[in-house]
Structures are given as C-alpha cells and as structure tokens.
C-alpha cells in the first residue's frame, strides 16, 4: 500500500475581509475526497512571517516542518493590484529548500470578471524561481461572491470538475517529482 500524497493548499491572504478563503477551503476538501491524497489547509492568519526572505527570523517552524513534508501544492491567491498579495509572497519566501523540484497547481479569485488571471500570472514566475514546477492546469474564480455564497456553499458546478481536473495533473506531478527525488541523483 502506497503513503497518500500530502498536498498542501496555501490561502494566499491574511485579509480581513478575504473572500478567496472560501476558493481555498473548498479546493482542501474536493483534495481530501480524493483517493490517495491527504490535504492541509494552511493559512497565513495562522502563522507568523515576521521579516522578508529566507532568513531564519523570518520563519515559522510549523510552516517549515509542513512545507518539507509536503509532496505538492496548491496556492489560492486573491488578485490584489494586477498582482498576489505580499502576504503570500512574505510566506513563499520564507522557505525555498523546501520547494525545490516539487509541483504546484495555482488558483486565482478575483470580485471581478478575471478571476485572478493577472495574479496567477505574476505568481509563475515567482514560484519557478523558487524551484516550484508550476502545473499547466489553473483554477479561476471570477465574481468569487458568484461561485461559493459566505457559508461556503458551492453556487457553480463547473468547479465539480474543474479543480479535479487540476488535481489530477497536480497529483501525476507529485508522484513523478517524488520519485525523482527519492531516486535520482539530486542536480548540483
């Protein structure tokens, strides 16, 4: 019998008044309903990222222990200015070793008709940098306030099979990836 695949799905926001912790929250779930997979919802509210960078003050113990644990992620950013959020930013910067040659699908919400698009976009290149392998399979929620009510109610069924669709990929990426790391030579 095989280990699940830990995957976990990062809430790109310590907003107050965050609407995309509802795209995150329901990404979690559809991820822990599927076979082989255990998720964990991390959530930047919860921790603390006091300084810019890799330093070690910068850093969240608990965050670190789940990142290099982690086979995979998924980060759900808001669109905040054309681009994600510095708190998301503040937490991917935090640590680095531990990204490095594993996959990450991307999500982006957006109050508007773009769904996040341009934030996702700004994110690729920043994850790829990081050692990420970004998946080609996004997630977009536009009008989230159209998608998932306050309650966290799905409005939409089309992410039914949407984001399994990106979990699939996201899920061969982490096996694939996972394999390498265990069994190849690591590039130096």
Known sequence: M???LFI??????????????????????????????????????????????????????????????ADAFFIVTPEYNHSFPGSLKRMLDSELKNYIHKPVALAGVSDGNWGGVRAVEALVGTVREMGLAVTFTDVYFPKIHEQIDENGNLLNDYYKTSIPKAYKELIWMAQTLKHGREHIQPIE
Not at 26 to 55: H, Q
């Open 2 to 4: 095989t280990e699940d």
């Open 8 to 69: 976990l799905v990062l809430a790109g926001t310590a907003r107050e008044q965050r609407k995309s912790i509802r795209a995150a929250r329901l990404i979690a779930e559809i991820g822990n309903g599927m076979d082989g997979v255990k998720t964990e919802l991390v959530d930047p509210k919860d921790y603390n990222f006091p300084g810019d960078g890799n330093d070690p003050e910068g850093k969240d113990p608990r965050y670190s222990e789940l990142t290099a644990r």
